[in-house]
C-alpha cells in the first residue's frame, strides 16, 4: 500500500451563507425538506445542477454550490420570496413541537430509511421506522427515536454482464450528511461507554432532526476506541457474522438506552421494533436493580409494565440467535456488575428456560420482557400468535397475548407533486390534515376522469424516463454492447400497461412466479393490440445465494430478443427507486407465499397513487382487497407447493381476461372510465386507511397509553406493586401444584334455548390460597366435528362460597349461539391486569 497521509488536525469548515439567507443550513439539517414541497423546491430552485449531483441531499448541495450561486441568490428577490416562505411554513410546523414531559416514548429500531440522502437503511424495515418516525412528528408525539448510525450503511447494487448481483459499499461522510454531533455539558462529544469483554467500548451520538422530533443514532468509528475491531461495530447494516450482529445489538439496545439517559430522557415507555434491540430489557432492569434496590423479578415485573415489542417476522428463520458460548463471552462480565445470573439472563431467550443447548433468541427476550406485543397486521398478528404459542403451551392460539397494529405509510413522503395539485383543487382546503378521515376522500369522485388520468399519464412518462437513465447507466458500467445500449435507448412505451415488482429478493416472495410458464408470459407481453411490460427491482442478502440466482434468471430474460423491449431489471433500488415506481406503474405486483409477508407497504404506497394492486391475500391487502380497487390472486388458504403452478395460472389469467382488456377498453376521450374509477376507489379506501398517523393512533391507543399507565400503577409506593406481586407470585408457585378442580358443571341432559340463562359452576381447592389469586374462566364455543372447540368466548365465574380449603366458583351464562355448543374450565393465577400483558410464565390448568 503507498504512503498515505492523516490529518494532525481536524476543522469543519461550513459555508459561508449570505444574510438575507442566514438558515439555509438550519432548514437543510432538519428533514422536514422531504415531504414539505415547498422546502424542497426551495432547495432545488438554489442550484438544481447540484441539487441532483447531490442526490438531492441538501446539506451536501449548500457545501459544493458556489459562494457566486448563493450571493446571487441572496440578490434575487423572487428566490428570497420563496426562501422566506419556505422560514414561514418551517416555523409554523416547528412550534407544535413535543413537550418531552409526561408520556415519552423511546423507539429502537436497527434502521431507519428517512430519504435517499440518508443510506442507512436495507427495505421495508427502515422505511417503516422511517414513515413511524414522520407520522410521530405530524401528531407531534413525544417521540424520540435511536438507531446506529453506520459506516457504510448498506450495499450499493450492480449486475456483472451475466446478472450476477455485486455489492460495493461506499463510505457515508456523516459530515455531508442531514445530521449533527451531540454535544456533552463541556461542549466535547457526546460519548456512551458500552459494555464489552474485555473493556467498554465508546460509542458517539449523532442527531438526525426529524420534522418535530428526534432521531439519535450511535457510531462506534471514532479514534478513542483503540482497535479496528470496536470501530467496526457500526461499519455496515447486516454485515458480518453473528458476533458482529450480538455487539451491534449491544450497542443498540443497552448503549442507546444509556445514550438516552445521558441527555436526560426519561422515557415512560419503550418500544423495541423488532428483536435487535431487545438488550435493552437487560439494562433497564439493571438500572432498577442498582437504582432502587429491587431484585430481579420485581425489576423485571417492572420493566415488563412499559416495554412494548413489535414483531416483523412471520417465520423462525428470521430470528437472530446467538448461542450460549457467545452470550457467555459477551454477558458474563456485564451480569456480575449488575447482580444477577447468566443463567437468569438466558432464561429470559430460551422456549424451555432449563435447556441449555436451546440458543438464545432476541425475539423470545423481547416477548417475555414486554407486557405489550404486535404484529403488524391483522393476518400476521394470527400467524405471531400460533408461531409463539409455545411459549404460552396451555393457551389456546387465538389467546397468545399477541395482538396487531396493521403499517402505515407516510402519505406526504409517498404521494405524487400531480396528485397533490389535483387535491389542491377539488378536495377541501385541510385535506393534508385530516387524510385520516374517509369523508376527506369522498371529494375524489369530483376530480374528472381526465385530469386524473393525465396526472397519472405525466407520472409514468417521468418513471420510464427515470427507468431508461437508470439501464441505460449500469449497461455503461458493465460495458455492455452498443447494440444493447441502443435497445436500453428506446426500451419501454409510456402507452402501454406497466405492472411494477420491486422488493427485497427473498424466496418466499416469488418474484418470478410470473416466469413459470414462460411461453404465455411472452404472448401476454408482446401481444401487438394489448401488449404489457414489466419492470422489476430489488435486491438479495449478500448472502442468499438463492435471491442472487432468481435476480439473474429475471436480468438473463430481459435479454432475450423476444421480450427485451417488454421486461426490465432496475438495479440498485432504493427509496427513489421505489417512490418513482408506485408514483407511475398501473399495476403493482404483491406474489409472496400467504402468510410469510408480514404486512408489506408498497402496495399502500401504490394504492394512494392511483395504482391497483394484484396481490396475494396476504399481509395488509387480506384487509382490503375488497375495497381496493385492485385484484386478488388466489383465495385465504394457507401455502403449500402445490400453489405455485395453481397462483401462477390465476395471475396470468387475470391479466389475459380481465385486467389488460379493461385497461386497452374502449375509451371516450382517450380515458379509460372504468380503470379511473378503481383508480378512485383505491385512493378513497387506502389512503385514510394507510396513513402512518392512523397507525400511530393505534399505537397510542393500544399499547402506548397502556403502557404509560401501567408503568405509573407499577412504579407507585416506591415499586410496592412490583415488590408485593414478587412475593405473591413465589406463594403462588409454592402452592399451585396442589390447586385443582375438584367438581364443575352446568351443561343441561336436555337442550337449552338460546338466550336463558345457563348456571355455570365450579368447585377449585386452592390450598390457602385466596379467590382473589386465581381466575376460574369457562371458555364456551361450538363443537366441531372432531371435537373441537371453535370460535371460543371467555366467560368469568366469581367466587361464591368456601368449602374447607376449596370454593365453589359460579356465573350465568345465556348462550347467544344456537347448536352444538361445548364448555371446558380453567383455572390461572390471577398474574395479570390486561390480556395483553399475561406473562409466558403465567400459572394455568384446565379441569
Known amino acids: 500500500m503507498s504512503f498515505q497521509i492523516r490529518p494532525q488536525r481536524e476543522f469543519l469548515v461550513q459555508p459561508a451563507l449570505p444574510a438575507p439567507l442566514s438558515r439555509l443550513a438550519e432548514l437543510a439539517h432538519n428533514l422536514l425538506w422531504v415531504w414539505d414541497r415547498e422546502i424542497r423546491s426551495m432547495f432545488r430552485r438554489l442550484d438544481p445542477v447540484e441539487w441532483r449531483a447531490s442526490s438531492h441531499n441538501p446539506v451536501r ?14 440578490a434575487d428577490a423572487r428566490f428570497v420570496t420563496m426562501y422566506r416562505r419556505a422560514c414561514e411554513k418551517f416555523d409554523a410546523y416547528m412550534a407544535s413541537a413535543p413537550a418531552m414531559t409526561g408520556k415519552v416514548i423511546a423507539y429502537f429500531s436497527m434502521e431507519y430509511g428517512l430519504a435517499e440522502a440518508l443510506p442507512v437503511y436495507s427495505g421495508g424495515l427502515g422505511v417503516l421506522s422511517g414513515d413511524h418516525m414522520k407520522g410521530a412528528s405530524d401528531l407531534a408525539m413525544p417521540l424520540v427515536g435511536v438507531g446506529l448510525l453506520y459506516q457504510k450503511g448498506y450495499f450499493r447494487q450492480s449486475l456483472n454482464p451475466d446478472g450476477w448481483q455485486i455489492e460495493k459499499s461506499p463510505d457515508n461522510d456523516f459530515y455531508t450528511l442531514p445530521l449533527s454531533e451531540v454535544k456533552a455539558s463541556d461542549g466535547r462529544d457526546l460519548l456512551i461507554d458500552v459494555p464489552m469483554p474485555g473493556g467498554d467500548v ?21 479514534p478513542q476506541n483503540s482497535t479496528a475491531e470496536m470501530r467496526d461495530i457500526t461499519e455496515q447494516l447486516y454485515g458480518g457474522d453473528s458476533t458482529t450482529r450480538i455487539r451491534q445489538e449491544i450497542v443498540l439496545g443497552i448503549g442507546g438506552l444509556r445514550a ?28 432498577l436493580m442498582a437504582s432502587y434496590g429491587l431484585s430481579f423479578e420485581e425489576a423485571l415485573e417492572t420493566c415488563r409494565s412499559n416495554n412494548v415489542f413489535t414483531t416483523h417476522t412471520p417465520v423462525p428463520a428470521g430470528i437472530d440467535l446467538f448461542d450460549a458460548g457467545l452470550m457467555h463471552h459477551y454477558f458474563n462480565e456485564y451480569c456480575s456488575r449488575t447482580g444477577f445470573s447468566i443463567e437468569q439472563l438466558l432464561s429470559l431467550g430460551r422456549r424451555n428456560p432449563h435447556d441449555q443447548g436451546e440458543p438464545f433468541s432476541m425475539a423470545i427476550l423481547a416477548i417475555k420482557a414486554s407486557c405489550w406485543r404486535n404484529g403488524v397486521s391483522r393476518l400476521h398478528g394470527e400467524v405471531s400468535r400460533q408461531m409463539w404459542s409455545d411459549l404460552w403451551p396451555s393457551l389456546p392460539a387465538a389467546e397468545v397475548p399477541i395482538t ?30 385530516k387524510a385520516t378521515d374517509p369523508d376527506t376522500w369522498k371529494h375524489v369522485d ?6 386524473l388520468w393525465e396526472a397519472h399519464k405525466k407520472r409514468k412518462r417521468q418513471l420510464i424516463s427515470f427507468v431508461r437513465g437508470r439501464v441505460l447507466q449500469g449497461a455503461q458500467q458493465r460495458k455492455a454492447s452498443s447494440l444493447e445500449i441502443r435497445r436500453l435507448n428506446e426500451a419501454l412505451d409510456p402507452d402501454v400497461f406497466t405492472i411494477g415488482f420491486a422488493r427485497r429478493f427473498a424466496t418466499y416472495k416469488r418474484a418470478t412466479l410470473m416466469l413459470r410458464d414462460l411461453g404465455r408470459l411472452k404472448r401476454l407481453l408482446t401481444n401487438n393490440r394489448m401488449p404489457v411490460q414489466i419492470l422489476i427491482a430489488g435486491k438479495a442478502h449478500p448472502r442468499d445465494v438463492p435471491g442472487k440466482t432468481l435476480i439473474r434468471e429475471i436480468f438473463q430474460l430481459s435479454r432475450d430478443p423476444e421480450i427485451a423491449n417488454r421486461l426490465i431489471f432496475i438495479e440498485d433500488y432504493s427509496i427513489a427507486v421505489a417512490r418513482e415506481l408506485v408514483h407511475g406503474v398501473d399495476v403493482w405486483l404483491n406474489n409472496p407465499r400467504r402468510g410469510e409477508e408480514a404486512c408489506g407497504t408498497s402496495g399502500m404506497k401504490a394504492g394512494i397513487n392511483g395504482v391497483l394492486n394484484l396481490s396475494i391475500l396476504d399481509g395488509w391487502f387480506d384487509e382490503s382487497d375488497d375495497v381496493s380497487g385492485g385484484w386478488a390472486i388466489g383465495d385465504r388458504e394457507h401455502y403449500s407447493d402445490d400453489q405455485d403452478d395453481m397462483h401462477n395460472s390465476s395471475l396470468l389469467s387475470m391479466l389475459e381476461n380481465e385486467i389488460v382488456p379493461l385497461y386497452y377498453s374502449a375509451r371516450e376521450d382517450d380515458v379509460p372510465h372504468e380503470w379511473v374509477r378503481r383508480m378512485k376507489q383505491s385512493i378513497k379506501a387506502l389512503t385514510p386507511q394507510y396513513d402512518a398517523r392512523r397507525m400511530l393512533d393505534d399505537y397510542d391507543r393500544l399499547l402506548y397509553t397502556p403502557a404509560h399507565e401501567l408503568r405509573a400503577e407499577t412504579r407507585g409506593g416506591n415499586f410496592a406493586r412490583s415488590r408485593q406481586h414478587a412475593a405473591w407470585d413465589r406463594n403462588i408457585r409454592a402452592a399451585w401444584h396442589n390447586v385443582r378442580f375438584l367438581d364443575f358443571g352446568g351443561a343441561p341432559a336436555g337442550a337449552v334455548l338460546s338466550g336463558h340463562a345457563l348456571p355455570l359452576h365450579a368447585l377449585v381447592e386452592l390450598h390457602g390460597l385466596e379467590p382473589v389469586d386465581v381466575r376460574v374462566e369457562a371458555v364456551i364455543g361450538r363443537v366441531d366435528a372432531g371435537g373441537i372447540l371453535k370460535d371460543t368466548e371467555i366467560v368469568g365465574l366469581q367466587a361464591a362460597e368456601q368449602h374447607g380449603s376449596a370454593w365453589l366458583f359460579r356465573c350465568d351464562y345465556s348462550p347467544q349461539q344456537t347448536g352444538r355448543l361445548g364448555c371446558a374450565f380453567r383455572v390461572s393465577s390471577n398474574h395479570f391486569d390486561h390480556p395483553l400483558t399475561r406473562p409466558t410464565d403465567a400459572l394455568l390448568k384446565w379441569g
Not at 214 to 220: I, R, V
Not at 264 to 277: A, I, L, R
Open 61 to 74: 448541495m449548500l457545501g459544493q454550490v458556489s459562494q457566486a450561486t448563493l450571493e446571487k441568490a441572496a
Open 260 to 287: 438516552l439517559r445521558a441527555m436526560g430522557y426519561e422515557p415512560t415507555v419503550y418500544h423495541m421494533n423488532e428483536g435487535h434491540s431487545a438488550f435493552l430489557a437487560l439494562e433497564r432492569i439493571r438500572v
Open 446 to 451: 369530483d376530480v374528472p376522469d381526465h385530469e
Open 202 to 222: 465508546l460509542a458517539k451520538v449523532w442527531l438526525i432532526q426529524v420534522g418535530r422530533v428526534k432521531l439519535y443514532m450511535l457510531d462506534t468509528n471514532i
Open 404 to 433: 396487531y397494529v396493521t403499517n402505515g405509510v407516510h402519505i406526504r413522503s409517498w404521494l405524487n407533486g400531480d396528485l397533490v395539485q389535483v387535491y389542491d383543487n377539488y378536495l377541501q382546503p385541510d385535506w393534508r390534515d
